[in-house]
């Protein structure tokens, strides 16, 4: 709600208090006295005001106005507006960032929330409009010689806009992090909601500390993906892969393989040149945890070199529930059998707020890092991921990292931390109308960097996901704080099935070569990060 300056201060005030709205619009003469209205104590407004050039701006903004309107602008001007104003501009969509999603929940209707949802980015903003998002085979939206894809004026894209320096507080947080103090949950959210010129920074000093932890080699493993079914009893609404009665989407056939085929396609990856094997899939109604152990021994006698990596928390809860054992028994039965390690999907967003929207059904968060403490403490060593881009923002961001960083404060078992951005073109959820249709560039360079930032000390590898970003925008990552790029995969479905154009395998020279592209050494690793001799192709 816009409230209009006109008439005796006093019925201003009066309609600005009673309809509680977000902005006092105003004439350019009366900014001050507007300012002094909405500042007054229970009248939360934002003074707004029509401005025609970059003078008119810089005196509206000096005299109290918090929103500019701008009619007609041209990226050139709005690039003059910004460095005019210190880099401190944003545009808002007509509803004020910062909105609470709940309550634009309450607020719209289907029609309105999923339009809402397609125009800002995870703070409320107004998303670049670009039409890139992950898993689309369009072109890095950033500018060379840049992170930030947030302008698109000559100055910027031409990498001559002048340099502004970063706001104080992140000044801060930023060469305290270069002095080996980790960031507070607060300041990795603050962090988080950085852009433009900030989102530089932060990446350069993503990249300094990736260098201190990893030098300049980039790792990769030879693996392959085995999803062994499609069909799922959950109801998570981001993913398009799973077929099963209470799916969110049905859509394509469902199918199971058997255990001797999927020992079959072990043993193919082993002859192949594979080291790991990585064991995913949904949660078949017939699933018990005698499954997933006979899954386990059946690899081990096919491959018996070869590193299982297998089953998410949810699986693992799931096995021990259906088994009638507790979580740490089942998790000594699978490492008898052979599971080498676990991966840390069914993470999704570890904020109970946001999974309850997401994946209602599915483990909490604390039950997530309940198996994979005890899975650390049995010397099951695993990944940590974030799937990020869809109803979240900075602050389930933070949260987010914090429960990471306590885990492995407490066990130190995790080996990277992977970031996985949002795939929407086939998620349910997206095509329900909400959630946002990924994140933005921004944000997938933020979540990266920030990554490495948060995880200094910590986590010494930060991965990048090719399948989600193709491999050239995976390889810009390598400059922003990432020192791994994942596996070659050589079955991955799961993105696929939520749209992405970005492949199902890519070879060891493949991924060599976009290593090399940005200046890098390529390094073939195992799960564990040791070191292989000598690169095996697939």
């Known amino acids: 709600i816009a409230v209009v300056d006109e008439g005796p201060a006093e019925a201003v005030l009066d309609a600005l208090v009673r309809t509680g709205a977000a902005f006092l619009r105003t004439g350019r003469s009366r900014v001050s006295q507007a300012a002094e209205l909405a500042g007054l104590p229970g009248a939360d407004a934002v003074v707004s005001v029509f401005v025609d050039d970059v003078e008119e701006a810089v005196a509206a903004v000096g005299a109290g106005a918090g929103d500019l309107l701008l009619r007609g602008w041209d990226t050139e001007r709005l690039g003059h507006l910004r460095d005019a104003l210190g880099g401190s501009l944003l545009e808002r969509t007509a509803v004020p960032p910062g909105v609470d999603l709940d309550a634009a929940r309450r607020a719209f209707d289907r029609t309105l929330l999923a339009a809402y949802l397609d125009q800002i980015d995870g703070s409320g903003a107004a998303r670049p409009r670009t039409g890139w998002a992950p898993g689309k085979d369009l072109p890095i939206p950033k500018p060379p010689g840049r992170f930030s894809a947030q302008w698109t004026d000559p100055a910027w894209t031409s990498a001559t806009a002048s340099a502004t320096e970063p706001a104080a507080d992140l000044a801060g947080i930023l060469d305290r992090s270069l002095e080996g103090t980790p960031p507070t949950r607060a300041e990795v959210r603050r962090l988080f909601e950085s852009r433009g010129a900030e989102v530089e920074a932060i990446a350069g000093v993503a990249d300094v500390l990736r260098r201190r932890a990893n030098g300049d080699v980039v790792t990769y493993v030879v693996n392959r993906n085995i999803n062994y079914t499609n069909q799922c009893y959950f109801r998570c609404g981001f993913c398009a892969f799973s077929k099963g009665p209470r799916s969110l989407d049905l859509r394509g056939d ?9 020992a079959a396609r072990a043993r193919e990856a082993a002859d192949a040149g594979a080291t790991e094997v990585c064991l995913q899939g949904g949660i078949h109604p017939e699933f018990t945890g005698d499954f ?10 096919a491959a018996p070199g070869l590193h299982i990596h297998g089953f998410t928390p949810l699986e693992v809860w799931q096995g021990a529930e259906t088994a009638g054992v507790t979580v740490p028994d089942f998790l000594r039965t699978l490492a008898a059998a052979g599971l080498g390690t676990l991966p840390g999907t069914a993470a999704e967003i570890l904020d109970d707020r946001v999974r309850r929207h997401l994946c209602p059904d599915k483990i909490t968060t604390a039950e997530w890092a309940y198996v994979m403490t005890h899975a650390h403490r049995l010397g099951l060593r695993s990944t940590a991921t974030i799937m990020f881009g869809h109803i979240d923002g900075p602050g389930a961001w933070a949260e987010h990292v914090e429960v990471i960083r306590r885990i492995q404060r407490d066990t130190g078992g995790f080996t990277e931390f992977v970031p996985l951005p949002f795939v929407h073109m ?13 994140p933005t560039w921004d944000e997938v360079v933020l979540m990266h960097a920030v990554s490495r930032i948060a995880f200094d000390g910590l986590i010494p590898n930060i991965q990048v996901s090719w399948v989600k970003l193709g491999l050239p925008g995976a390889a810009s990552l390598l400059e922003a704080g990432c020192n791994d790029l994942g596996g070659t995969l050589m079955d991955e479905n799961i993105s696929r099935a939520a749209g992405a154009s970005h492949g199902q395998m890519a070879g060891p020279e493949q991924l060599e070569e976009s290593i090399r592209s940005v200046g890098r050494v390529p390094q073939q690793r195992t799960t564990l990060y040791g070191r292989v001799a000598a690169t095996r192709g697939v």
């Not at 469902?254 to 999927?262: A, M, S, T």
């Not at 997933?292 to 006698?301: F, G, P």
């Open 254 to 262: 469902p199918y199971l393989l058997e255990v001797h085929e999927v």
């Open 292 to 301: 997933y152990v006979s899954v386990v021994e059946a690899v081990r006698a």
């Open 426 to 438: 086939g998620a349910p959820i997206y095509l329900r109308g909400r959630a946002r249709p990924g």
